[in-house]
C-alpha cells in the first residue's frame, strides 16, 4: 500500500515510522512533511489545510491511502473530500470532527448523554458571559473560544478583570476570529490530566496506553501553555481501575453518543480527561492523535499499525486484538528559544547524523520543526525535536532520552528537565 500522511510534525513522524514497520507497506508520502520526515517519506510542497492541493497530489501519486492527521483539515473535510473523489482516507469525517471543532457542540453532547465533564454556560454575547462570570464569582474562571484556535483558545482567569480580558479579545477583538464567536464558561477541575487516544470505528472503541503531556513551557508546570513539552506513557496516574471506569462512563458512551447523533466517529479519538477527587471528567475531545503524546504511544504499539487502520475502515475493529509492549516510553521535547513566543529559525542543529538520528543509538529522535539541508539539518519551527526513549521502567526511559538530549545542541536550545518527573 502507498500511502500519503497529511501534516507535518513530530505526530507525522511517528506516524510514518510505525507505518514504515508494516510489511505492506509500499512508499511512503508526506505533505508537507519536515527535514527529518524527509529522511523516512518522500515530501511534497503541499500546506496541511489545502485540500484541494491533497486530493490533486492524492490523485496524482496514486496513493491507495491517505492518512490525514492533524485537526484544521479534518474540521474542514479532508477526508469527506478525498472519499468524494475516491480516495481511501483515515480520520473522521467533518460531521464527527466537530467534536474537536466546537467546544459548544462537545459540551452539548457530553450533557446529553450524561457523560461526566465540568459543568458550563454557553454565550454568545460578552456582557452576558462577563455577567455569569460575576454571578459566580469564583476563581479561577474557565473561558473557551467555541472553535480551533491553535491549541491557544483556553484562558484560565484568576480574577474578573482577566475575565474581561479573556472575553475581550475572544469576542470583541476575536483574536482567533470566528472561533471566539461563542465562549464556553466553565468550572474550574483540578487533578492529574491523563490523555487517552483510542481507536474506534464508529462502534467499537479500543484504547490505546494512556499518555501524560507536559503543557507548561517551564520546569514546575510553569510559564505559559504550549502544543506539548514532552510526553511518557503510560501515565502514572492512571490505572486499571480508572482505565474500566472511563470505558464504562466515557469512552463507549461518546462513540454511542456520536452514532445515534448521526455522526459515526472512524478514526483516533483522543480523550483529555482529569482525574478529580470527584472521578474522571472530560476536559476536552480532539479528533486526532495527540502531539506529542502519539510520540510515546506507537512506539509501544506491537500490533500492524496498517491491519487496525484496514479494520476501522471496514467496521470490524472489535474482531481484532490489539497488542502492546510493557515497556515504557518517554519523549522530550527540544525547543526554540522563545517558543511558545517568537523564536529564531535557521539554526544549524548539532549531533544528528545524515539520517537525522542518533548513531548507534536505540533512540529515535521524531523531528517536529526541521529542515534538512544537504546532510545537515535546521530548526525550523517552535518544537523542533521529540527526542524518545522506549525502556523497561519509566526511569530507564526518561534517562535515555535527557542522556540523548543532551548530546543534540542548537542556538538556544530549550528543553523541561522534569518531564515524566512533577507533582
Ligand atoms: P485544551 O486546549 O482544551 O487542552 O486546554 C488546555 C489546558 O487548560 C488543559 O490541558 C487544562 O490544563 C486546562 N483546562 C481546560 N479546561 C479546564 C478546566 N475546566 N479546569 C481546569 N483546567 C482546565
Ligand atoms: N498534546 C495535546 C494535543 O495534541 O492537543
Redo the contacts with the bound molecule.
Keep these: 500500500m502507498d500511502i500519503l500522511v497529511v501534516g507535518g510534525g513530530g505526530r507525522e513522524h511517528a506516524i510514518i515510522r510505525k507505518l514504515k514497520e508494516s510489511p505492506r507497506c509500499g512508499t511512503l508520502h508526506c505533505a508537507p512533511g519536515n527535514g527529518g520526515i524527509a529522511c523516512d517519506a518522500q515530501c511534497h510542497d503541499v500546506a496541511a489545510t489545502d485540500i484541494d492541493g491533497m486530493v490533486a497530489l492524492a490523485r496524482r501519486l496514486r496513493v491507495d491511502l491517505v492518512f490525514v492527521a492533524p485537526d484544521d483539515p479534518l474540521v474542514a473535510g479532508m477526508v469527506d473530500a478525498l472519499e468524494a473523489a475516491g480516495i481511501p482516507a483515515f480520520g473522521p469525517h467533518a460531521n464527527a470532527a466537530v467534536l474537536e471543532g466546537s467546544?459548544v457542540f462537545s459540551k452539548d453532547l457530553m450533557k446529553r448523554y450524561g457523560i461526566p465533564t465540568?459543568e458550563y454556560e454557553v454565550f454568545d454575547q460578552p456582557e452576558k458571559a462577563l455577567a455569569y462570570v460575576k454571578a459566580k464569582g469564583r476563581y479561577?474562571a474557565?473561558i473557551?473560544a467555541d472553535g480551533l484556535a491553535l491549541?491557544?483558545?483556553?484562558i484560565?482567569c484568576d480574577n474578573y478583570e482577566e475575565a474581561r480580558q479573556a472575553v475581550k479579545s475572544l469576542m470583541e477583538d476575536k483574536v482567533f476570529g470566528a472561533s471566539g464567536s461563542r465562549v464556553v464558561v466553565?468550572?474550574?477541575?483540578?487533578g492529574p490530566?491523563v490523555s487517552v487516544l483510542a481507536f474506534t470505528d464508529g462502534k467499537t472503541v479500543k484504547p490505546m496506553v494512556s499518555a501524560k503531556?507536559h503543557?507548561r513551557a517551564f520546569d514546575g508546570d510553569a510559564g505559559p501553555?504550549t502544543g506539548g513539552m514532552g510526553t511518557v506513557s503510560p501515565n502514572p496516574y492512571y490505572g486499571e481501575k480508572e482505565a474500566d471506569w472511563c470505558m464504562e462512563h466515557i469512552f463507549q458512551p461518546t462513540v454511542d453518543a456520536m452514532a445515534k447523533e448521526g455522526r459515526p466517529f472512524r478514526g483516533c479519538l483522543f480523550f483529555?480527561l482529569?482525574l478529580t477527587p470527584d472521578g474522571p471528567?472530560v476536559?476536552?475531545y480532539n479528533c486526532r492523535f495527540g502531539d506529542p503524546e502519539t510520540q510515546v504511544v506507537l512506539p509501544r504499539l506491537k500490533t500492524d499499525l496498517l491491519d487496525i487502520l484496514d479494520a476501522i475502515r471496514e467496521q470490524r475493529l472489535a474482531e481484532l486484538s490489539i497488542d502492546w509492549i510493557d515497556e515504557a516510553c518517554a519523549c522530550v521535547v527540544m525547543a526554540s528559544g522563545g517558543y511558545p513566543g517568537s523564536y529564531k529559525k535557521g539554526l544549524p542543529i548539532e549531533g544528528l547524523n545524515r539520517d537525522g538520528q542518533l548513531s548507534e543509538s536505540d533512540i529515535t529522535v521524531f523531528h517536529a520543526g526541521t529542515k534538512k539541508e544537504g546532510d545537515s539539518f535546521l530548526t525550523n519551527g517552535g518544537r523542533v525535536l521529540g527526542v524518545t526513549a522506549t525502556a523497561a521502567t519509566l526511569e530507564e526511559a526518561l534517562d535515555a532520552a535527557y542522556g540523548a538530549a543532551g548530546g543534540i545542541r542548537f542556538e538556544n536550545a530549550h528543553y523541561r528537565r522534569d518531564i515524566g518527573r512533577v507533582e
Design positions: 467546544k465540568a479561577p474557565v473557551k491549541g491557544k483558545g483556553v484560565l466553565e468550572e474550574f477541575l483540578t490530566e503531556d503543557k501553555n483529555g482529569m471528567r476536559i476536552e
